[in-house]
């Protein structure tokens, strides 16, 4: 079950029919295949912001081999350059973090840090699911923070030393 709809290996249509996607504004010329481009197919090619889309005048779904391919490829890769640009959008790949596991207190000073505007009297899921939705549109340049994190680990020091003034060689 990978979202393509195919059928028996011989159930092509007609051996004129074309591929119904448009590639980067120019109509696909190559033979429809069996599989075909369905809401799930579409939603993948959204969030991928790949360069395709239905051609409105095609009387079929089906697309060919060759996009098939590169949207099963676009779906397993994961987008490592694409998550410095891309600050706003969410990955549905990359784990979720569960904030209800922490404590009030503790979501509280997030609250209060980050200056996030919550309803007066929210519980302790309505609050996590507030700062979740904050947490999410944080932008990482996941670069950045995995060479300064192998630096501290590396240097045996946190960035709480840091503010208080102490080093990792007086310790």
Do not use: W
């Not at 075909?36 to 005048?57: C, E, F, M, P």
């Not at 994961?78 to 904030?99: C, F, H, I």
């Not at 980050?114 to 944080?138: C, E, W």
Request: glycine content about 4%.
């Amino acid at each position: 079950m990978n979202g393509f709809s195919t059928g028996e290996e011989d159930s092509r249509g007609p051996p004129d029919q074309i591929c119904c996607l448009v590639d980067e504004e120019e109509r696909c010329l190559r033979p429809a295949g069996n599989a075909s481009y369905s809401k799930r197919i579409q939603k993948t090619v959204t969030q991928r912001r790949l360069k395709l889309h239905l051609d409105h005048a095609a009387r079929h779904i089906y697309i060919c081999d060759y996009h098939k391919d590169v949207i099963q490829k676009a779906r397993t890769k994961r987008r490592r350059k694409d998550s410095e640009e891309d600050s706003n959008e969410t990955d549905t790949d990359l784990p979720e973090v569960d904030l209800f596991q922490l404590q009030v207190n503790t979501l509280r000073r997030y609250k209060r840090h980050y200056k996030v505007s919550t309803r007066p009297g929210t519980n302790k899921a309505q609050l996590a699911d507030t700062l979740m939705k904050h947490f999410k549109t944080i932008p990482v340049v996941e670069k950045e923070a995995l060479t300064f994190f192998i630096y501290m680990v590396k240097s045996n020091s946190n960035k709480l030393d840091q503010k208080n003034g102490i080093s990792a060689d007086t310790t």
